[in-house]
């Protein structure tokens, strides 16, 4: 059993910057890849990035490539996920969610654990 919290959102201005963290309690977190998933509303969730147990693997989606970098600290039971150049497409509420595998995916139901989520809001 994984329980996941997210934290570090808030309401910032266009080109501005923010850093999630996702903290993690149980026991074994470095046994599982971690995937942040953010959702608008009206739209569906939609992959954000996702990190590999070791951290030797990410994968970011296209949107946020070169704009979000994730990491994580397996002594902390931490992962974080640094947004930068925010834009107000990026508004949305981000949740992190953890896989019981090596390799994280784009698919929500490739997921075992997930956190309740924290807001994003990007102003113009």
């Known amino acids: 059993q994984v329980q996941l919290v997210e934290s570090g959102g808030g309401l910032v201005q266009a080109g501005d910057s923010l850093r999630l963290s996702c903290v993690a309690s149980?026991?074994?977190?470095?046994?599982?890849?971690i995937g942040w998933f953010r959702q608008a509303p009206g739209v569906e969730r939609e992959f954000v990035v996702g990190?590999?147990?070791?951290?030797?693997?990410?994968t970011y989606a296209h949107s946020v490539e070169g704009r979000f970098t994730v990491s994580r600290d397996n002594a902390a039971n931490t992962v974080y996920l640094q947004m930068n150049s925010l834009k107000p497409e990026d508004t949305a509420v981000y949740s992190c969610?953890?896989?019981?595998?090596?390799?994280?995916?784009?698919?929500?139901?490739?997921?075992?654990?997930w956190g309740q989520g924290t807001q994003v809001t990007v102003s113009s």
């Open positions: 969610a953890a896989r019981f595998n090596n390799w994280p995916t784009h698919r929500e139901n490739d997921y075992n654990y």
């Open positions: 149980g026991r074994h977190f470095s046994d599982y890849a």
């Open positions: 990190i590999s147990r070791s951290e030797t693997t990410t």
